[in-house]
């Protein structure tokens, strides 16, 4: 088995090769923020909440800890003025379009971020991506997909699979932080779900 | 659009997912447009799943979800452009066609965009009509060039 | 098409083309690159085509040639036309014109005066291309085949030595070989990270895994910059033959050419190059007798300026949406299809021929300590001689664009130069001896990019450049991570703001900290540098946004809500010009009496600014101070006395 010697915080932590600085980071119980992760997907790296200070290559940057690999005398910081500053912005970003979002507010208490630093926005969807990834990944249904890029970038269900396999399934509900999974279901069932009455 | 057309543009490329830009665009420059049987045509035969062929029309700006006009209007706003007066002649245009960018006329006859630079940004302003590059164009110029369109 | 299967074979054909045309005949060169096309070229190659069948000189084989050719750089003053054997250049030529051209210069051997190059100072005439100041200042490895070869035919590129080092490196270099000496050239992708591409070379040649694949990136999507464009359009072999070396280099046995759909002649010109080069069998099996295999494809790109990370084209060439991912890894480990990948931009690819056939020294003979070699820029904005210019690596930003570009028209003065699109930032007058390269340029807080240089006079409003770029990242982002799509729009809000005359104390340090985070905690570059631009203009024209946000005055006269245009009723001689141009309607007066601007109509298009001749200079524009009342209406008459004074 291939082993990495790293530095976390200051602590020798031994990762199997291949595993990432958050996974390694979790073998040694040091806990590390995260929004977009979710055991049963793949990385996703959107939120960028896990990020963390490396040294590597004489160098140091923010990666996200979640998809970073684990290098031999990588040096990590998992807290730092540097990373709690930009932990903080990003929630306070986020927070525009989720102020009441429980998840949300508890890593603002950490952080210090302000809920109100920046003018709500319309749309309280913060993007990371769980439902959709869960539903390509492990259901495989493909009912909720994302829309267009950059700040016009949306989730929506898509009315005619959505109308098929979601009334039993639901399981992305849970694993929204905003619960705007469930708003964006219930609009799209009632505005633009296929007409059953219709095929006569 | 018919599924023997659909097909034929299918079959001009190896038949995996990775083809699906270039089918799409294929079919746009074709059709005008992408309705949605087109996508759902498309999705059956190269198995790929609805929700990804809908971020692609969606993320790409060459797609367009709805019908264009008979003649399409691409105003560049690149930076030359921009510092040599285009937000102008969009302006000007906006008036004379009585569209937004993003937007097609009542009779469909001009669908109007702007596009991030297409490369003569040495004769900016910059207007193409169809294939046709208009450069250095006042504003005041483009109601002559753009009257000449049926 | 006969197959070539050797060197030699290829020799032979090379002197088959040659021996079948006379340098001496005549032969009229037509820019066609798209931005002639756009300035009427296609009309000037009719109009000559009429004349040689009116004189019955036929086309090509009996006395006189016409050759469409791509882009030479010299766009102000397209359509460009060089006519051979002598070499003279016409500027400006007009289908009208064609007529005189063929009678006079081709068959008379006169030159014809006002068709000639004037410099602009000292009135001097040029009839050559070599002696326009314009071509002199530069150094056009790249891009002066351009006006000798028409794109869509393989054998002038072959009579102007094409394939001559794809030959070389095949029959005569091992593939590591021909990594080592790219790696010694020094030659620095062109794209705008400026990564020693030898070494990029060498990772993925090492890396395990197969097939290998290299890729051409055509995506060139910095507004501003279309040097790729005019290298594609113009002579796409260069390209096409550099990738097939680096592919040998590499191991790769499968090629893409990844191109902006924007570039429709650049897509119909390299798939027409692949399908020619395929014919003589310098793509396909076997390639020249060396056993080396290698294909080829055109693949379209759908308007994503995001397309051009690299990470984020791969997703692309996957059918997939253009979302950039983390590196490490990086492409050359695991890249198409996870398999190891190089990606070059086209100039970069270009570059290698000249490399093969003339040494490393070819580059490192040039430019400076860290950056060897020539470099294509866009020079455009407000610059008199815009178009493209090929210079080595070290010259000063004042030689590119003074002594190359003319300086800046109308007189007016120089403010910035932005360097490196959206990634990069505006580098102002104290700068301009810089010698421009990939470190001095970071140095002063900009990028070299893949070299779009926009010029920029007193009359651009550095914080609306900001928030232009700012506007433009917004909806080219992909969307994906938060601290790229959440702070642009929080940073467009705000310089939105500041430009509407809404600015507020502490914008700029809001700025500055959005700035650090979207810089620091991006998944990919066009997240890490977007806030360049806004930072970098805070660092050199700080005092234009505190003008903004404390003054709310517009310095340059730029931002509409914050200026306003006024007729000075001093100066004003009511020749009703601005009243009757007016789009707006929202100019009241008549024959003698004053011109008022109803400041609720205006629309501050600028055009009573424009059209008020210069003898009167009536209007003017005001920001950061109230626009005076209007006159009253009984005081508006003007009583013309002997000298023309008012009332």
Known sequence: MNETLLKIDGRDVRAKQGMTILEAARSAGIFIPTLCHHEKLQPYGACRICVVEADAGGRTSLVASCLYPVEPDLVVRTRSEKVDKTRKMILELLLAHAPDSPRLQELAQEYGADRDRFDKESAFCILCGLCVRYCNEVKKKNAVGFFDRGASREINFIPEIASKECWNCKECFPLCPTSYAQAAYHLTEALAFPCRSSRR | MDNDKIDKIIDKYPSDPSSL??????????????????????????????????????????????????????????????????????????????????????????????????????????????????????PAESEEVLRKYE | ??????????????????????????????????????????????????????????????????????????????????????????????????????????????????????????????????????????????????????????????????????????????????????????????????????????????????????????????????????????????????LTIGAYAIGSHEGYFYVRQEYPLAV????????????????????????????????????????????????????????????????????????????????????????????????????????????????????????????????????????????????????????????GGCIPEQYLDIKVDFDELKKVGAIMGSGGMIVMDEDTCMVDVARYFLNFLTGESCGKCSPCREGIRQMLKILTRICEGKGEEGDIELLEELGETTRDASLCALGGTAPNPVLNTIRYFRDEYEAHIKEKRCPAFVCKHLIAYHIDPGKCQACMTCLRKCPAQAITGGKKQIHVIDQDKCTKCGTCFEVCPSKFDAVERLSGVPVPPPVPEDARRIVRESKGKKR
């Open chain 3, 268 to 423: 119909e010109n390299v798939t027409l190059a692949i399908q020619q080069a395929e014919e003589y069998g310098f793509l396909g099996k076997n390639i020249l007798g060396s056993g080396f295999d290698f294909t080829v494809r055109v693949h379209r790109g759908a308007g994503a300026f995001v397309c051009g990370e690299e990470t984020s084209l791969l997703m692309s060439l996957e059918g997939k949406p253009g979302e950039p991912r983390a590196r490490p890894p990086y492409p050359a480990v695991k890249g198409l299809r996870e398999k190891p990948t190089n990606i070059n931009n086209v100039e970069t690819w270009a570059n290698v021929p000249l490399i093969v056939n003339n040494g490393a020294e070819f580059l490192t003979s040039i430019g400076t300590k860290g950056s060897k070699g020539t470099k294509i820029f866009s020079l455009v904005g407000k610059v008199n001689n815009t178009g493209l210019v090929e210079v080595p690596m070290g010259i000063t930003l004042r030689d590119i664009i003074y002594k190359v570009g003319g300086g800046i028209p109308g007189g007016k003065r120089f403010k910035a130069v932005q360097s490196g699109g959206p990634s």
């Open chain 3, 1 to 242: 098409m006969p197959r070539i299967n050797s060197p030699a074979e290829l020799e032979e054909l090379r002197k088959g083309i040659l021996s079948k045309r006379d340098p001496k005949k005549p032969c009229i060169a037509v820019c066609t690159g798209t931005g002639c096309l756009a300035l009427g070229a296609a009309r000037v190659v009719a109009a000559f085509k009429e004349e040689f069948k009116k004189k019955a000189l036929g086309t090509k084989v009996d006395l006189v040639n016409i050759r469409e050719t791509g882009c030479p750089g010299f766009c102000e003053r397209g359509p460009l036309v060089v006519i051979y054997p002598e070499e003279i250049c016409y500027l400006r030529v007009k289908p009208a014109d064609a007529e005189e051209i063929v009678s006079q210069t081709v068959l008379a051997k006169k030159i014809i005066d006002r068709l000639l190059y004037v410099d602009p100072l000292t009135g001097e005439k040029s009839v050559h291309e070599s002696e326009i100041p314009f071509y002199k200042n530069q150094m056009r490895h790249l891009i002066g085949n351009n006006i000798k070869i028409d794109p869509k035919s393989i054998d002038d590129y072959l009579a102007v030595g094409g394939y001559s080092a794809l030959a070389k490196a095949l029959g005569q270099m091992t593939p590591e070989h021909v990594v080592e000496l790219v790696k010694d050239s020094n030659l620095r992708g062109r794209g705008g990270a400026g990564f020693p591409a030898g070494k990029k070379w060498e990772f993925a040649r090492k890396s395990p895994g197969n097939p290998k694949y290299v890729v051409v990136n055509a995506d060139e999507g910095d507004p501003g910059a279309f040097m790729d464009r005019a290298v594609l359009e113009g002579n796409p072999f260069s390209v096409l033959e550099g």
């Open chain 2, 21 to 138: 830009i270039q089918i799409l665009l294929d079919i746009q420059h074709e059709h005008r447009w992408l309705p949605d049987e087109t996508l759902k045509r498309v999705s059956e035969k190269l198995n790929v799943p609805l929700s990804r062929i809908q971020h692609i029309i969606t993320f790409y700006k060459a797609f367009s979800v709805v019908p264009k006009g008979r003649h399409e209007i691409h105003v560049c706003t690149g930076t030359a452009c921009h510092v040599r007066g285009a937000p102008r002649l969009l302006s000007a245009i906006q008036d004379l066609t009585g569209i937004k960018p993003g937007e097609t006329d009542q009779d469909l006859k001009f669908s109007l965009e702007t596009v991030n630079c297409v490369g003569c940004c040495a004769l900016g302003p910059v207007m193409v009509v169809d294939e046709e590059y208009h450069g250095n164009m006042a």
